[in-house]
């Protein structure tokens, strides 16, 4: 199943009905904004997550999908090239190029051992943006600037 949650940009439409010339819109759910705790737990049971934004200068939603064990697919923004290592613990994509975006799916679906991986991977980078440890990393810098 795949899903497409956020507000409307002006392409729902003609997604809509791409889904059904192509005999896919059974497997394609399209929702507008979900609440905080409804993301959340669409995350928990999500496997690949794809921000396909034009500009994200961090991209909290990309530390979210993180710290669910999402593969992350994100556009070469700034929060995506920040957060995100090609191959580590996602793939970074041209906004529009979907192609490029479709070989790094392709080339990654089937492959549960490298999934798992990378899974594991977010889990554990996910951890370094957690409240605690930014407090610990400023406390950190304060006391060496003194």
């Known amino acids: 199943c795949f899903l497409v949650i956020g507000s409307d940009e002006g392409d729902k439409k003609r997604l809509i009905e791409l889904s059904k010339s192509l005999n896919v819109s059974k497997n394609i759910i399209f929702s507008d904004r979900v609440s905080e705790s409804k993301k959340k737990a669409l995350l928990e049971v999500s496997d690949f997550f794809i921000l396909?934004?034009?500009?994200?200068?961090?991209?909290?939603?990309?530390?979210?999908?993180?710290?669910?064990g999402n593969v992350i697919f994100s556009t070469n923004t700034e929060g995506g090239k920040y957060l995100v290592k090609e191959g580590e613990n996602g793939f970074l994509f041209d906004y529009g190029c979907l192609d490029e975006l479709y070989n790094k799916i392709y080339a990654i679906i089937n492959?549960?051992?490298?999934?798992?991986?990378?899974?594991?991977?977010?889990?554990?980078?996910?951890?370094?943006f957690l409240w605690e440890q930014i407090v610990n990393d400023l406390k950190e810098i304060y006391l060496k600037t003194q």
Do not use: R, Y
């Open 111 to 128: 492959d549960k051992e490298k999934i798992q991986k990378i899974k594991e991977n977010n889990l554990k980078k996910s951890k370094n």
């Open 52 to 68: 396909p934004s034009v500009w994200e200068a961090f991209g909290i939603v990309i530390i979210e999908a993180m710290s669910k």
